[in-house]
């Protein structure tokens, strides 16, 4: 475990990690990496051949305060962006009792995801638990079930994800698609020309097999070839 992560949060983490696995088979996973040029570290990045799924973990420990930042952040270069939250950020709100997550008093009650976290695409409560008072509604409410929609298909990375890639990894994105470049090429000229030139397809698988092919620090090993579309 590092240094600087509590057992908080390596325990939300370890749950966020299993339940992606589950969702994406595929992916490589890599923890805490930097995007918004270099503005924001994401915690835990799962990386498709042709999507991104950004988390952003926030433990019993953490605070909310910078939450809205990370998560636009994640949203400008990401698939799909969720926070994982623990369950005492949720706001309990009255309700009825299709929707209810427990019954206290004879009233019932629904947890809220907090404000800080409404822009993201998906909102998971730790500890995973059923919630609703009904089990078989489970699937249906998103701080219970921690679902997430199918894999992105033809639809392209935000312009943000290309300032994800290091000089080294641009180039050679640039030398892959025939798009010319000198070898101390301007990152942001490069990203300007990656987008004139190349299409939306081509953008996001470059942009994934740079990424599944990174040596981290903490990360599933690389994924070091990929095969060509039929």
């Keep these: ?22 969702l994406r088979p595929t992916a490589r996973i890599i923890h805490e990496i930097n995007v918004n040029f270099g503005n924001v570290r994401v915690d835990v990045m799962a ?13 019993k420990r953490d605070k909310l305060d910078r939450l809205p930042k990370q998560i636009e952040a994640m949203k400008g270069c990401s698939h799909i962006s969720i926070a994982a939250l623990h369950e005492k950020f949720l706001v309990e709100i009255e309700t009825n009792e299709h929707v209810a997550h427990r019954v206290r008093d004879g009233l019932f009650f629904w947890d809220r995801p907090p404000e800080e976290s409404r822009r993201a695409h998906e909102v998971w409560a730790f500890p995973l638990k059923v919630r609703c008072l009904d089990e078989n509604r489970k ?50 000229a490069m990203c300007r020309d990656i987008r004139w030139l190349a ?28 095969e060509e579309a039929a």
Excluded: F, Q, Y
């Design 1 to 22: 475990m590092p240094a600087h992560r509590s057992k908080d949060e390596w325990e939300l983490r370890a749950a966020v990690v299993e339940r992606l696995r589950e």
């Design 199 to 226: 299409s939306g397809k081509e953008i996001t698988r470059g942009i994934c097999d740079a990424l599944r092919r990174r040596d981290c620090l903490e990360a599933d090993p690389p994924i070091e070839t990929e």
């Design 139 to 188: 699937r249906w409410d998103a701080v219970s079930s921690w679902r997430m929609r199918e894999p992105s298909m033809l639809r392209v990375l935000p312009p943000g994800a290309l300032h994800i890639l290091w000089s080294e990894e641009l180039h050679r994105l640039c030398c892959k698609l025939g798009i010319k470049a000198p070898a101390r090429a301007n990152k942001d």
């Design 47 to 59: 990386v498709s051949r042709e999507e991104i799924v950004t988390v952003e973990i926030k433990s």
